[in-house]
């Protein structure tokens, strides 16, 4: 991805006899470079699977563009749709649902080069299917093909599914959570996985996360998101010491520790903001500490704050220096 794009989509939801709109992607903007991988983290419910499929087109849009490669996707012909299926793809979150229980594996990775016209005969089809299936680590290869997905642990489902998005040697791919229904001791080798798959191949990564160590493990960016908005991004390896947003801190301190259990965690004030009627500004205000009337009564948008590091909020540099605050704010910024 190469250029910037604003979206928006919106759902109606039905209370009391009234249609109501909630925002669940509003206003975000963010670039992709070639290559890269991008961490997007964040609650449950704040948009990011939403906008993972906003970006395979599988949502529509109610807003805004994206562009991939300079080409805006988001008018896209029905006819130019082949091509962007090849250069974009999708790892869903469970392999136990995304895998047809009634394909072989065989059929399943071969799927998407029969449905693009991308073999010239079944021959050349079943080499790449071995080949790929050999790339994720399934090997022998050959013992695989005619297995169905019940035959298969969570760990290779998930290899599967893996194979299955880059046999057409796509541009770009979301992985929508793609470690969170396996176990603990298989997480690492998809991860690690998908890591030797960017250097080697150059494929862009959007990784959806709830697991901020995982994000900063293997991502080179993150992008923070509450309620459909985008409140940071940032290097990862500054995700610990250099995190900017009152929101970005909440999360940190959320992060379980085995070794030193935190006696105290932040506590935020207020309850959770109703996604049906959003607050006016910032949408955080309402619980955040930093909070002024300011925060209340204009939008914050993303600004740059170094390189690589943009935040939305207009005390970002006066926390940062922890300049003129109350003791409240003091415990939130000096917190560990």
Same mark, same amino acid.
């Given at each position: 991805?190469?250029?910037?794009?604003?979206?928006?989509?919106?759902?109606?939801?039905?209370?009391?006899?009234?249609?109501?709109?909630?925002?669940?992607?509003?206003?975000?903007?963010?670039?992709?470079?070639?290559?890269?991988?991008?961490?997007?983290?964040?609650?449950?419910?704040?948009?990011?699977?939403?906008?993972?499929?906003?970006?395979?087109?599988?949502?529509?849009?109610?807003?805004?563009d994206i562009l991939i490669n300079n080409e805006n996707i988001s008018t896209l012909e029905k006819k130019?749709?082949?091509?962007?299926?090849?250069?974009?793809?999708?790892?869903?979150?469970?392999?136990?649902?995304?895998?047809?229980?009634?394909?072989?594996?065989?059929?399943?990775?071969?799927?998407?080069?029969?449905?693009?016209?991308?073999?010239?005969?079944?021959?050349?089809?079943?080499?790449?299917?071995?080949?790929?299936?050999?790339?994720?680590?399934?090997?022998?290869?050959?013992?695989?093909?005619?297995?169905?997905?019940?035959?298969?642990?969570?760990?290779?489902?998930?290899?599967?599914?893996?194979?299955?998005?880059?046999?057409?040697?796509?541009?770009?791919?979301?992985?929508?959570?793609?470690?969170?229904?396996?176990?603990?001791?298989?997480?690492?080798g998809i991860l690690n996985l998908l890591k030797k798959i960017n250097k080697e191949r150059g494929v862009?990564?959007?990784?959806?996360?709830?697991?901020?160590?995982?994000?900063?493990?293997?991502?080179?960016?993150?992008?923070?998101?509450?309620?459909?908005?985008?409140?940071?991004?940032?290097?990862?390896?500054?995700?610990?010491?250099?995190?900017?947003? /009152?929101?970005?801190?909440?999360?940190?301190?959320?992060?379980?520790?085995?070794?030193? /259990?935190?006696?105290?965690?932040?506590?935020?004030?207020?309850?959770?903001?109703?996604?049906?009627?959003?607050?006016?500004?910032?949408?955080?205000? /309402?619980?955040?500490?930093?909070?002024?009337?300011?925060?209340?009564?204009?939008?914050?948008?993303?600004?740059?704050?170094?390189?690589?590091?943009?935040?939305?909020?207009?005390?970002?540099?006066?926390?940062?220096?922890?300049?003129?605050?109350?003791?409240?704010?003091?415990?939130?910024?000096?917190?560990?």
């Amino acid at each position: 991805m190469t250029k910037n794009y604003v979206l928006k989509t919106s759902f109606f939801k039905q209370i009391a006899g009234q249609k109501n709109v909630v925002s669940a992607v509003n206003n975000v903007s963010f670039r992709i470079k070639q290559g890269e991988i991008i961490g997007l983290v964040g609650e449950s419910g704040c948009g990011k699977t939403t906008l993972g499929k906003m970006l395979m087109k599988i949502e529509s849009i109610t807003e805004g563009d994206i562009l991939i490669n300079n080409e805006n996707i988001s008018t896209l012909e029905k006819k130019n749709r082949k091509k962007f299926r090849k250069n974009v793809q999708m790892i869903f979150q469970d392999p136990f649902d995304s895998l047809n229980p009634k394909m072989t594996i065989y059929d399943i990775v071969s799927e998407p080069l029969r449905s693009l016209n991308l073999s010239k005969n079944e021959k050349e089809m079943k080499r790449k299917v071995l080949d790929i299936l050999q790339l994720v680590n399934l090997s022998p290869a050959e013992k695989y093909l005619a297995r169905h997905p019940h035959r298969l642990s969570g760990g290779q489902r998930q290899r599967v599914a893996i194979a299955r998005a880059l046999i057409v040697d796509p541009d770009f791919i979301v992985a929508d959570e793609p470690v969170s229904m396996l176990d603990v001791s298989i997480r690492a080798g998809i991860l690690n996985l998908l890591k030797k798959i960017n250097k080697e191949r150059g494929v862009s990564i959007l990784f959806i996360t709830h697991d901020l160590a995982t994000a900063r493990f293997l991502c080179d960016r993150i992008t923070v998101m509450y309620l459909g908005e985008v409140k940071e991004i940032l290097p990862a390896k500054e995700l610990i010491d250099n995190n900017l947003h /009152p929101y970005s801190k909440l999360l940190l301190s959320s992060v379980p520790d085995l070794f030193e /259990p935190k006696k105290n965690r932040l506590k935020l004030k207020g309850e959770a903001t109703n996604a049906v009627v959003p607050p006016k500004g910032c949408r955080f205000a /309402p619980r955040c500490p930093f909070a002024e009337n300011k925060c209340t009564e204009e939008d914050q948008i993303l600004k740059s704050y170094q390189e690589d590091h943009m935040v939305a909020c207009w005390k970002a540099e006066q926390i940062k220096e922890g300049k003129n605050l109350n003791e409240e704010e003091k415990y939130w910024l000096n917190y560990n």
